[in-house]
């Protein structure tokens, strides 16, 4: 089992500046490295003030600087907001950058509010077709000289300047949520990543079925892909049995929070967004505390050893801890620090 930090600068009201939150993101990602962790994701969204990252790539190419070890991941770039000779090329550099740790996640995106203002309109849902085509024209233009005629892209013969340290290919991730998105990264040959939000552990269950299916299905893809599950994270002391509440009250704003931007139906003042109120969620439990306390990775030590076990069990690969909750940067760096002094030697 490896364990990756997904991680974003988060800003719910105006008191901390971006600098600082630079500066905290930069300080949880020292800590995941010195604590083993193989991986930092940073992902992109725009507008947002509650998700900040319009492009991943400086963010990871100064994280390159000043880690030595721990890979960088782009974990998500957006398809559609991305032609391929742009991915292609931003991904090799930061691979170039910092000798050759660079990862990248794709995905078709989520947010309609983002795809209003990032292209043209066009439906989130079609974001798909993007992705598609997206993934095969990287890895071409990795590997020399390609012109590419295709549904939305069209250019003639290029390629990726500069190109990348890793050859073949680095490695490529695809967000999966759907049997036919699992097959397409199977086939693909990328690895997959997936996240249950807030379904308990039969989700993450129902997932690796749908992964397992799509490899089964391939056996032509000579190199098994990796399954990361990404899940909220927070750990707390055993001396605290009431330590898994501002958490999940935390997370829980979050979710709601996000549901504000998902449904897009109010303009946002100056990137902030109110969550949803919770009488919205009266009858949806899922979105509960308590609820949260047992379906997001949030515990003792032990009792987040006991559950991480099961999923490397099923075949889950990477397990990463997603810092993103609205909780303070001091309350972030104590669960991460446990985590790396009590969770992460029970997998050594």
């Given at each position: 089992m490896k364990f990756?930090?997904?991680?974003?600068?988060?800003?719910?009201?105006?008191?901390?500046?971006?600098?600082?939150?630079?500066?905290?993101?930069?300080?949880?990602?020292?800590?995941?490295?010195?604590?083993?962790?193989?991986?930092?994701?940073?992902?992109?969204?725009?507008?947002?003030?509650?998700?900040?990252?319009p492009n991943p790539m400086p963010i990871l190419a100064y994280l390159a600087a000043r880690t030595?070890?721990?890979?960088?991941?782009?974990?998500?770039?957006?398809?559609?907001?991305?032609?391929p000779i742009r991915a292609a090329g931003e991904c090799a550099l930061l691979d170039v950058i910092?000798?050759?740790?660079?990862?990248?996640?794709?995905?078709?995106?989520?947010?309609?509010?983002?795809?209003?203002?990032?292209?043209?309109?066009?439906?989130?849902?079609?974001?798909?077709?993007?992705?598609?085509?997206?993934?095969?024209a990287v890895r071409a233009l990795w590997q020399g000289d390609y012109a590419h005629d295709g549904e939305i892209w069209q250019f003639p013969t290029s390629t990726s300047v500069p190109k990348p340290v890793q050859q073949p290919t680095p490695p490529m991730w695809i967000a999966a949520r759907d049997p036919?998105?699992?097959?397409?990264?199977?086939?693909?040959?990328?690895?997959?990543?997936?996240?249950?939000?807030?379904?308990?552990?039969?989700?993450?269950e129902d997932l690796v079925g749908k992964f397992e299916t799509a490899i089964a299905a391939h056996p032509e893809v000579?190199?098994?892909?990796?399954?990361?599950v990404l899940r909220h994270t927070h750990v707390h002391a055993e001396s605290d049995p009431e330590g898994w509440?501002?958490?999940?009250?935390?997370?829980?704003?979050?979710?709601?929070?996000?549901?504000a931007w998902f449904a897009n139906?109010?303009?946002?003042?100056?990137g902030f967004l109110e969550p949803s109120p919770e009488s919205k969620f009266a009858e949806r439990p899922e979105f509960s505390p308590e609820s949260l306390h047992r379906t997001a990775?949030?515990?003792?030590?032990?009792?987040?050893?006991?559950?991480?076990?099961?999923?490397?069990?099923?075949?889950?690969?990477?397990?990463?801890?997603?810092?993103?909750?609205?909780?303070?940067?001091?309350?972030k760096r104590a669960s991460l620090q446990l985590f790396v002094d009590h969770v992460v030697p029970a997998f050594s």
């Amino acid at each position: 089992m490896k364990f990756s930090l997904f991680v974003h600068m988060e800003r719910w009201d105006e008191e901390v500046s971006h600098r600082e939150l630079f500066e905290n993101l930069t300080e949880l990602t020292l800590l995941a490295e010195s604590g083993g962790f193989s991986t930092v994701w940073v992902g992109e969204h725009h507008s947002m003030e509650y998700t900040i990252s319009p492009n991943p790539m400086p963010i990871l190419a100064y994280l390159a600087a000043r880690t030595t070890t721990i890979r960088l991941g782009a974990g998500t770039i957006i398809a559609p907001f991305w032609n391929p000779i742009r991915a292609a090329g931003e991904c090799a550099l930061l691979d170039v950058i910092s000798n050759g740790r660079m990862e990248v996640g794709l995905a078709r995106g989520a947010y309609q509010f983002e795809f209003d203002r990032m292209a043209g309109g066009l439906p989130a849902t079609d974001g798909g077709k993007h992705l598609r085509e997206l993934v095969p024209a990287v890895r071409a233009l990795w590997q020399g000289d390609y012109a590419h005629d295709g549904e939305i892209w069209q250019f003639p013969t290029s390629t990726s300047v500069p190109k990348p340290v890793q050859q073949p290919t680095p490695p490529m991730w695809i967000a999966a949520r759907d049997p036919a998105s699992h097959d397409f990264a199977v086939e693909q040959g990328c690895n997959v990543m997936v996240t249950p939000l807030m379904k308990g552990d039969e989700e993450v269950e129902d997932l690796v079925g749908k992964f397992e299916t799509a490899i089964a299905a391939h056996p032509e893809v000579e190199q098994r892909p990796q399954l990361m599950v990404l899940r909220h994270t927070h750990v707390h002391a055993e001396s605290d049995p009431e330590g898994w509440r501002p958490a999940a009250e935390a997370v829980n704003r979050f979710y709601r929070t996000f549901d504000a931007w998902f449904a897009n139906l109010t303009t946002p003042v100056d990137g902030f967004l109110e969550p949803s109120p919770e009488s919205k969620f009266a009858e949806r439990p899922e979105f509960s505390p308590e609820s949260l306390h047992r379906t997001a990775m949030i515990g003792t030590p032990d009792e987040v050893i006991t559950r991480i076990k099961h999923y490397e069990s099923l075949g889950v690969d990477e397990f990463s801890f997603w810092i993103d909750n609205g909780l303070s940067h001091e309350e972030k760096r104590a669960s991460l620090q446990l985590f790396v002094d009590h969770v992460v030697p029970a997998f050594s």
